[in-house]
């Protein structure tokens, strides 16, 4: 599904790479967390992957094609939680949900998206009113 070899990433005008030769492999149905300290290259990782950063060394392979080769249609295949949630806070889970997924193709279940994560029974309610990890499962 993602498989990742030798892949560093150095921004310019640091000493140092933000990640250097790294190697993974998360296939089809896994959940993948990366996990380190400030400065481990966990963020940076993690745009190469979405095509945010682009001058990375090594190879990114997603469902089989080059990262390079991808298009704007990748974002219908993968989905990144970063550590800090980004919702709108006045909006109530389910608009949340209708928002974001008026980005993709096809049709979305939102219901069962919110029972999955077990926040069915929270759908009308405001975001602002969740815990930390309520937002993250949303």
Do not use: C
Not at 47 to 63: F, N, R, T
């Amino acid at each position: 599904m993602i498989q990742a070899e030798n892949l560093s990433f150095q921004y310019s005008g640091s000493m140092e790479p933000a990640a250097r030769n790294l190697n993974f492999k998360v296939e089809a149905g896994e959940i993948f967390g990366f996990l380190g300290p400030s400065g481990a290259g966990k963020s940076t990782t993690q745009k190469i992957l979405i095509g945010l950063l682009k001058g990375y060394s090594g190879k990114v392979s997603i469902m089989g094609r080059n990262l390079g080769q991808w298009n704007p249609d990748l974002y219908n295949h993968i989905g990144v939680g970063f550590e800090l949630p980004n919702h709108y806070l006045k909006l109530t889970a389910l608009e949340n949900l209708k928002f974001f997924g008026g980005f993709y193709q096809g049709k979305i279940s939102y219901g069962e998206w919110l029972e999955q994560v077990g926040l069915l029974p929270d759908a009308g309610k405001k975001v602002e009113d969740f815990s930390k990890g309520m937002k993250v499962r949303l």
